[in-house]
């Protein structure tokens, strides 16, 4: 058996998020703006939607390959996170 590709930096709880923001190309220069306004009034998520992220991470990432990641401290509840 051989490993497949690992991700040392993946934002799982921002996974979901992903999914429902506008998919138009960030803006060249200083993406703050771009990404306050299309991440940060998502911020607030339960945490029944943290493990929904973290499964579908986690699917996504199997099916393309990944065998492991690592989330780099931006979930809130990491035993959310372990339960998965």
């Given at each position: ?9 993946y ?27 299309n ?39 990491p ?6």
């Amino acid at each position: 058996m051989h490993p497949g590709f690992i991700d040392l930096h993946y934002h799982a709880t921002t996974y979901l998020i992903s999914k429902l923001i506008d998919d138009t190309p960030v803006p060249t220069g200083d993406a703050g703006p771009w990404v306050a306004e299309n991440y940060g009034r998502f911020r607030a998520m339960e945490d029944e939607d943290q493990y929904a992220s973290c499964i579908l991470t986690g699917l996504d990432m199997l099916k393309n390959g990944f065998t492991m990641f690592m989330d780099p401290g931006t979930i809130d509840e990491p035993d959310v996170m372990a339960e998965v």
